[in-house]
């Protein structure tokens, strides 16, 4: 495998709120120093709590967020460095993002057919080729499990589960090499969670795809990824190189989040019990 994605010491802080003095100065350091590498191929898990400063995270590797100090490298091109208008696209459609709230990233006005198509057209747009939208639209609801004849619906006539797959229909369109998906089935109920990870899971494979897949919820890193890196106030407090070995971490705060979820599994019981609760391995 090849390094496909590399940040190292990103930095970001933000202006602090409700400062006293009329021309405050002080900031918040949000992201402290963050190093991380993603493999082509593979899926690294980012998990923190509320706060922890993930979501900053993905928006700094997404190229939605400059750094203050740092670098971002993209298939071995400075994210934010200087770039002709083809190196600029080339790279904007390397990567693409599924987001948590799937109902205020996708216009209500619009039909499924045209929610993916803005992002066909994004292609036709970098590439300079023509696409039967209307094929490839189709193509691409096959590919996420979803009928063709959805292409005419609203999304308020979708489930939260179709929508999202939807939603992931529309970051395929781009030809990524790596999707973004921040809390991507945090808002869905545990059953779909568990069929949303299986699509993603079977669409890396076919597809080469990589995957960064920030969450607050450990099940479901250990249920998708193959690498966790644990965030906390700003900084990786821990990394587990093999997911079969998380049981191993170390550091107090990853401990104690492994403990919760151990915690819950003993709620629901073992045996047949446990494995027909589909919902705790969400």
């Keep these: 495998m090849s390094t496909l994605l590399e940040a190292h010491n990103i930095r970001v802080s ?169 809390e991507a089935i945090s808002s869905l109920d545990a059953s779909t969670q568990v069929q949303v990870m299986d699509l993603l899971a079977a669409l890396r494979r076919e597809l080469s795809l990589s995957y960064l897949f920030i969450t607050h919820d450990l099940t479901s890193i250990t249920y998708l990824c193959d690498r966790v890196v644990f965030m906390n106030q700003g900084e990786i407090v821990e990394q587990v190189d093999d997911i079969t070995k998380i049981a191993s971490i170390t550091s107090p705060y990853a401990r104690q989040l492994l403990e919760a979820v151990m915690g819950i599994g003993c709620e629901h019981g073992s045996g047949q019990e446990q494995a027909s609760d589909e919902a705790w391995v969400a």
């Design 14 to 182: 933000f202006k602090k709120e409700n400062q006293t003095r009329l021309f405050g100065k002080e900031r918040q350091q949000v992201l402290r120093g963050i190093s991380l590498h993603l493999e082509e191929g593979e899926c690294l898990g980012i998990i923190g709590e509320s706060g922890s400063g993930k979501s900053t995270l993905g928006r700094v590797l997404s190229g939605l967020l400059r750094p203050e100090e740092g670098t971002i490298t993209l298939d071995g091109q400075d994210l934010y460095g200087h770039h002709t208008r083809a190196e600029a696209r080339a790279l904007r459609h390397m990567l693409s993002v599924v987001f948590q709230d799937y109902t205020s990233s996708t216009n209500p006005r619009f039909r499924v057919s045209s929610i993916i198509g803005e992002s066909l057209r994004a292609l036709e747009h970098a590439t300079g080729e023509r696409i039967d939208r209307k094929r490839r639209v189709a193509e691409l609801l096959e590919q996420v499990g979803l009928p063709e004849s959805f292409a005419i619906r609203y999304p308020h006539e979708l489930s939260g589960g179709q929508l999202q797959r939807v939603c992931i229909a529309r970051a395929l369109a781009i030809r990524p090499r790596i999707i973004l998906l921040d």
